[in-house]
Structure formats: C-alpha cells, structure tokens
C-alpha cells in the first residue's frame, strides 16, 4: 500500500524537532482527522531557509509527506519554499494511497502557515502567499482532489 520511500520517511523522519527563537513557526490541523502540525523555519537574512523541523501528531503519511517536505525546502528560498506543493511531496515519495492524500496537505499547510509567521514578524510581503487556515476543512480538500 505504501512506497518504500513513504515507509523510509515514516520509520526514519527527517528533521524531527524544533528551533529555538525560529524566524517563523506555523501550526496546523486537519479537520477531518484532528491531526496537527507544527513546522519550524531558521530563516537567513538572504531570505534562504538555513533549517527547518517539524513536530507532528499524525498519522503515518503526515509523518512522511512533513519529513520529506523538511527535506525539500531546506537551503530553499523563501519564494521557492512557497511553491511546493503537497502534489510534489507526493512525487517526491512516489504516491501515496488516495485516501491519504489529505495527510499531504498538512505539511503544505504548515509551510505557508510557518512562512506567513516569518513575513509577519519581519514586516515583509511573499508573493503569492495567502493567510493560512489553521484547519484544513474537508471541503477544501474535495476541491482539489
Ligand atoms: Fe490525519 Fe493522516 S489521518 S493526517
């Protein structure tokens, strides 16, 4: 049911933890499931993403999809962390069961809410970046998928 990539990020996730005094920190929940995620930025005065950790109360997949996430925007630029998107976790673990597709949205959810954290407290706008839900609403996820 899972790739072996999806069971690599679930059994060993990368990036698990948290960053003191991070630039910009971003929670999230899932609805539909009540899960929750938290992602941490170290963010350079470059607008590059020197760290990043998450902490998450989720279930496997949200395990995964966060941890490759982490690993996918390290060393990113703030406006390249902006476009990945859950679809590109995905990819990048190659696939995840349809009805765990709305576990991907959380770390995506996360990011964009962690990057609206660090815009806020450093008095700047990111293109294209929209003020985050803190739950992420069943209907939402129909939309897309
Ligand atoms: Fe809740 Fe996967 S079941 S995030």
């Not at 790739?3 to 920190?25: C, L, T, Y």
């Not at 996430?69 to 990945?84: N, R, Y």
């Amino acid at each position: 049911m899972y790739s072996d990539k999806v069971m690599d990020h679930f059994q060993n996730p990368r990036n698990v933890g948290e960053i003191q005094n991070a630039s910009g920190v971003g929670t999230v929940g899932n609805a539909k499931c009540g899960d929750i995620m938290r992602i941490y930025f170290d963010i350079d005065e470059n607008q590059i993403i020197k760290d990043v950790k998450f902490k998450t109360f989720g279930c496997g997949a949200a395990v995964a999809t966060s941890s490759m996430a982490t690993e996918l925007v390290k060393g990113k630029s703030v406006q390249e962390a902006l476009e990945i998107t859950n679809k590109a976790v995905m990819e990048a673990l190659d696939g995840l069961p349809p009805v765990k597709v709305h576990c991907s949205l959380l770390a995506e959810e996360a990011i964009h809410a962690a990057l609206w954290d660090y815009a806020e407290k450093n008095g700047i706008k990111i293109e294209g970046l929209k003020k985050p839900k803190s739950d992420i609403g069943e209907e939402e996820i129909e939309e897309e998928y």
